[in-house]
């Protein structure tokens, strides 16, 4: 508890999660239970992006909740092209995910 209260002092991040790493499957369940908390206000946490300069800006619960949105699409477009290129579908049209929507 000590590490949290000095980090949250310091200004200092209290998690960090990129999208797509090794750990993603399991990140991106932490991001929706982040979210939810957020927007029932059960969480007092702010989110912040951070670009590869090394800036950062404020996301608010709309543009986090975009952005899982985004990285949900991101996977079912590149689930789409590899049953495409495996020809396991021949037209896009005929695409199902192959797995439950993670962001709900």
Do not use: C
């Not at 007092?44 to 709309?62: C, I, M």
Request: avoid cysteine; hydrophobic fraction near 35%.
């Amino acid at each position: 508890m000590s590490e949290i209260r000095n980090r949250a002092k310091q200004g200092e991040p209290l998690l960090e999660l990129s999208a797509f790493t090794n750990q993603w499957q399991d990140d991106r369940h932490v991001l929706v239970v982040l979210a939810r908390g957020i927007e029932s206000n059960d969480l007092p946490f702010a989110v912040t992006e951070v670009y590869e300069d090394g800036t950062e800006s404020d996301v608010s619960v709309t543009m986090l909740r975009n952005l899982l949105d985004h990285f949900r699409g991101i996977e079912l477009e590149t689930q789409r092209d590899t049953m495409l290129e495996l020809g396991e579908i021949e037209d896009p049209d005929e695409f199902a995910p192959n797995d439950e929507d993670w962001t709900k």
